[in-house]
């Protein structure tokens, strides 16, 4: 697109953090003059150098074709194009994308006190390099980093410990299991507790029933004749949910619904709290006849290869209890075949490491959660063996 030849145009090319000047910007400069002190969109560059090596030579001005590290541009991120005009003209220039990561670990600080210090230090390294992420998973509370593989993550953990002084231990990310349930059960819990004074009184009958897979979870009530009055069954809600955060496997339960349906109260000693644990104990004595099932996340996956390694993909992938969908030629690849499928999660950990070994180095794959599915009876005796409620 045309762009005002009377602008300065660059891209960032990479971005470093240096133990002395702090965050430097590797940018192309494409277009116009690149002045120290000029405004990129709305950040003003706080220095221009010339890398040699290690060393940076610092200058005030830079032409179109150089290279140049800017100093100080916050907020400015590794492909971003950079206008003098405060980033307000449109400028489109080719990107390299990030590879989507696929190799994951769980990390944690060696020292217990260096926890503060970690998001903050992610946060440089992954500026520096987009093809790592992270996140702090919401199911397992581990901190996982992402890579391409398992050297890219070796070297992205010695830069955390040199660069950073954070030294991590490393395992495997645990899979966020779930459970739920195959059968229909009907359940009774009072709670009574006296302790001088107002005692504590609920009393509730739950019907328990499984969901169609992916539909959650669902509170109802059928009280009649208000046996558990409007402001109790709050309560009674609030007491379910907490239970199906750690159900009898030991997981988080999924695809349920509740009906209350029947209950008593009393009129001084009952309370909001009071049938919130009646609603617990009832879960806690339904919940197990409702014959309770472990569900793991199943990813959909596509994986390229050149077509003379496609056979070895495809047991690849079966011989790791994944679903083959389909294989066709891959667009705009000569010679190369994409197969698709589902792999449970618990299988994907060294699966781009097998990859690459069956297919010289060159294959690759993506993938993203699709669903969740039932583990099998005996490898589900061993994950509760290992990590469930035993």
Same mark, same amino acid.
């Given at each position: !697109?045309?762009?005002?030849?009377?602008?300065?145009? +660059?891209?960032?090319?990479?971005?470093?953090? @240096?133990?002395?000047?702090?965050?430097?910007?590797?940018?192309?400069?494409?277009?116009?003059?690149?002045?120290?002190?000029?405004?990129? $969109?709305?950040?003003?560059?706080?220095?221009?150098?010339?890398?040699?090596?290690?060393?940076?030579?610092?200058?005030?001005?830079?032409?179109? &074709?150089?290279?140049?590290?800017?100093?100080?541009?916050?907020?400015?991120?590794?492909? =971003?194009? *950079?206008?003098? !005009?405060?980033?307000?003209?449109?400028?489109?220039?080719?990107?390299?994308?990030?590879?989507?990561?696929?190799?994951?670990?769980?990390? %944690?600080?060696?020292?217990?006190? /260096?926890?503060?210090?970690?998001?903050?230090?992610?946060?440089?390294?992954?500026?520096?390099?987009?093809?790592?992420?992270?996140?702090?998973?919401?199911?397992? !509370?581990?901190?996982?980093?992402?890579?391409?593989? /398992?050297?890219?993550?070796?070297? +992205? *953990? =010695?830069?955390?410990?040199?660069?950073? $002084?954070?030294?991590?231990?490393?395992?495997?990310?645990?899979?966020?299991?779930?459970?739920?349930?195959?059968?229909?059960? @009907?359940?009774?819990?009072?709670?009574?507790?006296?302790?001088?004074?107002?005692?504590?009184?609920? /009393?509730?009958?739950? =019907?328990?029933?499984?969901?169609?897979?992916?539909?959650?979870?669902?509170?109802?009530?059928?009280?009649?004749?208000?046996?558990?009055?409007?402001?109790?069954?709050?309560?009674?809600?609030?007491?379910?949910?907490?239970?199906?955060?750690? &159900?009898?496997?030991?997981?988080?339960?999924?695809?349920?619904?509740?009906?209350?349906? $029947?209950?008593?109260?009393?009129?001084? /000693?009952?309370?909001?709290?009071?049938?919130?644990?009646?609603?617990?104990?009832?879960?806690?004595?339904?919940?197990?006849?409702? #014959?309770?099932?472990?569900?793991?996340?199943?990813?959909?996956?596509?994986?390229? +290869?050149?077509?003379?390694?496609?056979?070895?993909?495809? #047991?690849?992938?079966?011989?790791?209890?994944?679903?083959?969908?389909?294989?066709?030629?891959?667009?705009?690849?000569?010679?190369? =075949?994409?197969?698709?499928?589902?792999?449970?999660? %618990?299988?994907?950990?060294?699966?781009?490491?097998?990859?690459?070994?069956?297919? *010289?180095?060159?294959?690759?794959? $993506?993938?993203?959660?699709?669903? *969740?599915?039932?583990?099998?009876?005996?490898?589900?005796?061993?994950?509760?063996?290992?990590?469930? !409620?035993?």
């Amino acid at each position: !697109n045309k762009v005002d030849s009377s602008l300065t145009v +660059a891209q960032v090319l990479k971005t470093y953090y @240096t133990p002395q000047g702090g965050k430097l910007s590797l940018a192309r400069v494409w277009q116009g003059t690149l002045t120290d002190g000029m405004s990129l $969109n709305g950040v003003r560059a706080g220095g221009l150098y010339h890398m040699l090596g290690q060393q940076h030579q610092s200058t005030h001005e830079v032409s179109a &074709g150089d290279i140049v590290a800017i100093g100080r541009l916050e907020g400015i991120k590794t492909s =971003d194009i *950079l206008v003098s !005009n405060g980033g307000k003209s449109k400028v489109e220039l080719p990107k390299a994308e990030a590879l989507a990561p696929v190799y994951a670990l769980a990390i %944690a600080p060696e020292k217990r006190k /260096d926890e503060v210090k970690l998001s903050g230090a992610l946060t440089k390294l992954l500026e520096e390099d987009p093809s790592l992420a992270w996140e702090q998973h919401g199911d397992t !509370n581990e901190i996982i980093l992402w890579g391409q593989g /398992d050297i890219h993550l070796k070297v +992205a *953990l =010695d830069r955390l410990k040199r660069k950073y $002084n954070l030294p991590m231990t490393t395992h495997l990310p645990q899979v966020a299991y779930k459970e739920t349930i195959r059968k229909t059960a @009907t359940s009774h819990g009072r709670y009574k507790h006296q302790s001088g004074g107002h005692g504590q009184f609920g /009393d509730v009958y739950l =019907d328990i029933k499984p969901l169609d897979r992916g539909e959650g979870f669902d509170f109802s009530e059928t009280i009649v004749g208000g046996v558990v009055p409007r402001q109790y069954i709050p309560g009674v809600e609030t007491g379910v949910r907490e239970y199906l955060t750690h &159900g009898p496997l030991g997981f988080p339960v999924v695809d349920v619904a509740v009906t209350l349906t $029947n209950g008593s109260y009393h009129s001084v /000693d009952s309370s909001e709290q009071a049938f919130k644990q009646a609603a617990r104990l009832a879960m806690t004595d339904g919940m197990p006849k409702c #014959q309770p099932v472990l569900l793991e996340p199943v990813m959909v996956i596509e994986v390229c +290869a050149p077509t003379e390694f496609t056979s070895k993909v495809l #047991q690849l992938v079966t011989g790791r209890r994944g679903q083959i969908l389909g294989y066709e030629a891959l667009a705009d690849w000569s010679g190369w =075949d994409c197969v698709s499928g589902y792999l449970p999660q %618990a299988e994907m950990h060294d699966f781009i490491v097998e990859l690459r070994s069956l297919t *010289l180095g060159i294959g690759f794959f $993506n993938w993203k959660y699709d669903h *969740l599915q039932e583990v099998p009876g005996k490898l589900a005796k061993t994950v509760l063996a290992t990590v469930g !409620n035993g």
